[in-house]
């Protein structure tokens, strides 16, 4: 299948800081790239959805200030977390899609995760 | 909307055992529906999906799964539990125009030598 590649794998940072994760696709194009949030021993919850050159869509109580998700290109998604709070540690997936003609409902490929920890 | 419900968060079998983790879902339109394993600070691999057609649908490693409308479910199956299949376990569901995936709380599978 397809590899998505996400980056780093885990990150420790101070409270107030900011900390970027990087998601890529690495043989594929991804027109739509989404961003999940997982606490511990619970499901993955939708934080956002971005489709390449476009803003992203926000499901409910994801504040998109906190959460900044750019997708610049077809292979690239960035999702950043300013002013980083204790609050905000949790494991962040992401997972790429790409359109085949006009059947959207391809497979999404997963990245490994991020574990991020805010101290 | 929809849903997914996995019955059992926590499933132990001995090796060698059946293996049987629950889906059912909701979904108001036709559902596309998934099988994810996820191992420790992993992400998600696919095991297997439904679209349409044949509604008994093989995947990786041994699994299967079949899809029964009338029951609105979708449970995983191996005939026989190896070790390595000791993870976590998602169900998911989304609809066929590719919206997003939702998933169900997971269920924790344990296999006892």
């Known amino acids: 299948g397809a590899v998505v590649s996400q980056h780093p794998s885990w990150v420790i940072c101070k409270s107030g800081t900011s900390v970027k994760i990087e998601c890529r696709s690495l043989?594929?194009?991804?027109?739509?790239m989404f961003w999940y949030r997982q606490f511990p021993k619970q499901s993955l919850m939708l934080m956002a959805t971005s489709n390449e050159g476009s803003k992203a869509t926000y499901e409910q109580g994801v504040e998109k200030d906190k959460f900044l998700i750019n997708h610049a290109s077809l292979t690239l998604s960035t999702l950043t977390v300013t002013s980083a709070h204790p609050e905000d540690s949790s494991f962040y997936i992401c997972s790429a899609r790409n359109r085949q003609g006009q059947d959207l409902n391809t497979e999404a490929f997963f990245g490994q995760g991020t574990r991020l920890t805010v101290v | 909307a929809q849903s997914v419900t996995q019955l059992g968060s926590h499933v132990s079998v001995s090796e060698g055992a059946l293996v049987l983790l629950r889906c059912n879902y909701s979904s108001s339109v036709p559902p596309y529906l998934f099988w994810y394993v996820q191992y420790p600070n992993q992400g998600l691999q696919l095991l297997l999906k439904?679209?349409?057609?044949?509604?008994l649908v093989k995947g990786i490693n041994g699994f299967e799964a079949e899809f029964k409308k009338s029951e609105t479910s979708f449970h995983l199956t191996k005939p026989s539990a190896h070790m390595s299949d000791a993870a976590e376990y998602f169900c998911?569901?989304?609809?066929?125009?590719?919206?997003?995936?939702?998933f169900g709380a997971g269920t924790i599978l344990r296999v006892k030598s």
């Open positions: 998911a569901v989304s609809d066929r125009r590719g919206n997003k995936l939702v």
């Open positions: 043989d594929f194009q991804a027109t739509t």
């Open positions: 439904y679209t349409t057609g044949a509604t």
